[in-house]
Each structure stands twice: as structure tokens, then as C-alpha cells.
């Protein structure tokens, strides 16, 4: 069904080629749904998508703005790459210089969208609870030797019985790793981690502790290690005090997007679109 916008065709290859792009994420989408149904509505909005494609086009060749050489010149670079030194250098600059102001013409709308106020971040995390739940994680820090040409198994291991004997005396684990273990970390922090991030002995080691508790030195392939158990928590809902800055950061993305619809609904205000 040829579709004609502003008076600039959309040939029929392009709505086959946009449905046969959205085709397998579709399916697996409405896998439930009629298969004579999901067909047509894949086909709807194969079109619809074909016709925004050209309205921003269209909008694109508008904009007189150049897009900044060197931006340019690594676009293109990048577009060479991927289909060969042999293609029309005019048809690919054309193709590559439009495709850049399109993606200007969208980054403009999404950076026009406002910030997300605090009421809207909130309700943003009360209406997706299920993408703010973690695994069961623990806090914890260590003190590492590490085994190698410079310091062998059995230097390394020498050196972390005399940071144990540091520990049993009383000394600070935090000050201890800080001036004896090989860990870059301050205080030898490794963070929030859940299970499976570990190799399998510092695993073996870490999930059986409760916090406060130390281990006592033991053996990985990176060497030798007294691990401090700090937290522990379980699975769960991270609080929203935790969860705060990703649920900015999603609201925040999801005025962008919102900004972006309204700017494609705007281009087609006043717009003449045939279909035969």
C-alpha cells in the first residue's frame, strides 16, 4: 500500500525491511497474542515507523545548520568501515551527513525535556518496585598477598599470617590493609556484591561468615586473604533511599523519551499523508 508523505514517497521495500527489523523482538513480545493479529499490527506500525523515518528526514534536509566537520569525518570513517571503500563517497556523505542531523534533531528534543522534580522520582520508583530488587549481597573488605614471580606462594602467605597476627593483637583491619595488603582499595573496601562475582574459594569463604566476622587466611589464585565480613542483606527491595539516584536517573529518561514522542508528534502537525 504506497504511503506518500508531504508528497515524498515511502516505497514498499522500506515498511518490508522496518517489519522484518522489529520482526523477532515483536514476536517474542506478543508471542501470546492471535498470529493473524500480531501480523497486522506489526505491519501498522512497521508503517508508522517508516513514516517517522521520513518525516525526520524531511525535517533533517530543512535544518541549514552543518554538522561540525570533524563529526562528520569520523562518522564517515566509521560508515567506509562497514560497507567498504568501494561504495558512492556522494551518496554515503549525503547518507551519513543526514542520519547525524537526525540524531541532532532528537538529542535537541530530549534536551528540552525538564528535570525530574523529587515527587516525580519517587513515583517513579513506587510504579517499578520490580526494577529496584536485588539479589542477596554483602559488604565486606579484605586483605590480600599477592602470589607471583615478585613474591611467592610462600612469602605471600608468610606476609598475611603477620597481617593476621596484626588483627588478633588488635590493630584496625581498615588501618591494616591500608598499610600491609596488596588491595588498592582503601581500607581494603570491596563494596556490595552478590554471590557468583567472587572465584569460587573467596565464595566458599565469604558466604558462610556473618558480618563481623573475620576469616582466617586462606588461598585463591591471586594469592592469600583474611576477609572481614561488614553487611550482610537479603534479597529484596533496595530502599528508596539506596535506589534514589537510579530512579532519577530513569525518570529523568523517561521525560527525555516523552519529549522525544511529543517532538515526532509535532512534525506531524500539518502534515499531508496519503495512503492509497
Known sequence: MPITVNGEAIADEAVRAEAERMRPEFERTFADEDQDEREQRLQAW???NAIERLLLEQAARADEAP???DQLADALDRARRQV?????????????ELNLKISRLLQRAAEAAPEPTDDQVRAYYEAHK???RAPERVHAAHIVMHAGA???????EAKCRQAQRRLEAGDDFAEVADEDSDCEDPGGDLGWFGRGQMV???ENTIWNMQPGE??????????FHIVRMIE???AGLVPFEEAEDAARERARQTLRDEAIEAYLDSLREGTSIEEA
Do not use: H, I, N, Y
Open 84 to 96: 567498504g571503500e568501494d561504495a558512492d563517497e556522494a551518496a554515503l556523505r549525503e547518507d551519513v
Open 46 to 48: 512497521a508503517r508508522e
Open 130 to 132: 520490580d526494577e529496584f
Open 214 to 223: 573475620t576469616s582466617d587466611v586462606f588461598a585463591t589464585r591471586f594469592g
Open 200 to 202: 569460587e574459594e573467596f
Open 232 to 234: 550482610k542483606k537479603p
Open 150 to 156: 615478585e613474591a611467592p606462594p610462600e612469602v605471600a
Open 67 to 69: 554538522v561540525p566537520a
